[in-house]
């Protein structure tokens, strides 16, 4: 069965820092994948999309590699801030299931001032 | 802010009631969508609407029952719910033609949410 994975449910570093989050796919053959932000209390919101023809995406301080072999993708917020605290999701979606996102579990990252 | 609008932000209901979710959206998307999630885990898609008709549900108990009155209108009937459906209930609208490109208009929105709690 299809599987999604993030590594560690918590992670905390220290503000200035890299955060470096993983997720893990199984089962899988995504066209893309997308990651989320989601504050507590509110509904997730888009951040960045990566094709699987792409190794990487860059959008101001958040970066986003795929790796296909691997079935890996990961997400780094460099500089952090304590207002990246949030949790993020990762989301691999086959081209035709576009609509039927499924959600990795999340890694709730807290950046320590 | 989110351009996807839930009312209400928190219902509290008996398990022999009858309550109604509502989502609405204006940005012209035609897929519109409902999620549900517990505590510390991820959004689980319920039913997703595309041109005001159902075109998935992820086998959810029929005590669930959407409705998209028009294209900018989800709504989610409740009725005899149990505890355990207690979560935050999230409406999400999207473009028809979900693409690869990096705008945000291939992406899915998301309201923020209403808290339901079954008692």
């Known amino acids: 069965s299809q599987k999604i994975e993030q590594n560690s449910e918590a992670l905390n570093i220290q503000e200035g820092k890299t955060a470096t989050l993983t997720c893990n796919y199984t089962?899988?053959?995504?066209?893309?994948l997308q990651w989320y932000r989601q504050d507590p209390g509110r509904g997730p919101v888009f951040l960045l999309l990566?094709?699987?023809?792409?190794k990487e995406k860059r959008k101001e301080r958040l970066k986003v590699t795929f790796d296909t072999t691997l079935k890996q993708s990961l997400f780094h917020i460099t500089a952090s801030q304590p207002a990246d605290s949030a949790t993020y999701l990762c989301?691999?979606?086959?081209?035709?299931?576009?609509?039927?996102?499924?959600f990795g579990s999340g890694t709730q990252l807290t950046v320590l001032p | 802010d989110t351009e996807v609008t839930q009312t209400p932000k928190h219902l509290v209901m008996g398990m022999t009631n009858k309550k109604s979710l509502k989502c609405e959206q204006h940005?012209?998307?035609?897929?519109m969508y409902w999620y549900k999630q517990k505590a510390k885990k991820p959004p689980e898609l319920m039913f997703v609407y595309s041109y005001e008709k159902l075109s998935i549900n992820e086998s959810v108990p029929s005590r669930f029952s959407p409705e998209c009155p028009n294209s900018s209108l989800l709504n989610l009937h409740l009725h005899a719910l149990q505890p355990e459906d207690s979560a935050l209930y999230l409406c999400a609208s999207s473009p028809i033609r979900l693409g690869t490109a990096q705008n945000s208009g291939n992406t899915i929105y998301f309201g923020e949410g209403s808290w339901l709690t079954v008692v």
């Open positions: 990566i094709r699987e023809n792409e």
């Open positions: 940005m012209g998307h035609r897929a």
């Open positions: 089962n899988y053959s995504p066209a893309y």
């Open positions: 989301a691999p979606i086959s081209s035709g299931s576009a609509r039927q996102l499924t």
